[in-house]
Nanobody, 124 residues
C-alpha cells in the first residue's frame, strides 16, 4: 500500500509560481504523476515521473512552465509550476502506481493510489 500526502497549493496571480509536494509512505512507487481537475472538466494528467531514473513526462499545456522532480531519499515528488495562467486553476492530485511501464498521457484509471488533492487558483 502507498499513502500520498500533498502540500503546497494556494492562490497566486498570473505569471506567478507555486511548488507542490507529494510525500509517499508505505513503499516507493515506480511511477508518480500529477493530475488536475477543473470544475466541469475531466481529470487530466499534467506531469509524470518514473521514480527510479527520474524520467519526466509533461502534458503539452504545461511544457516549458512546469517541472516535475523527485527526491528519492525523501520519497517525495515535486511539481514546480512557473508562469502560471488562469487556466491552470484546478484541484491538483498526486497519484502513483507500481507497474514497470506507464502510458503517456496517463489514464487516471491506471493509478490506484491518490492524494487528497490541493487547490491551485490563478487569478488574472
Amino acid at each position: 500500500q502507498v499513502q500520498l500526502v500533498e502540500s503546497g497549493g494556494g492562490s497566486v496571480q498570473a505569471g506567478g509560481s507555486l511548488r507542490l509536494s507529494c510525500a509517499a509512505s508505505g513503499s516507493t512507487p515506480r511511477w508518480m504523476a500529477w493530475f488536475r481537475q477543473a470544475p466541469g472538466k475531466e481529470r487530466e494528467g499534467v506531469a509524470g515521473i518514473r521514480t527510479g531514473d527520474g524520467s519526466p513526462y509533461y502534458a503539452d499545456a504545461v511544457k516549458g512552465r512546469f517541472t516535475i522532480s523527485r527526491d528519492y531519499a525523501k520519497n517525495t515528488v515535486y511539481l514546480q509550476m512557473n508562469m502560471l495562467k488562469p487556466e491552470d486553476t484546478a484541484v491538483y492530485y498526486c497519484a502513483a502506481h507500481n507497474r514497470y511501464s506507464s502510458t503517456w498521457p496517463p489514464s487516471a484509471a491506471d493509478f490506484p493510489y491518490w492524494g487528497q488533492g490541493t487547490q491551485v487558483t490563478v487569478s488574472s
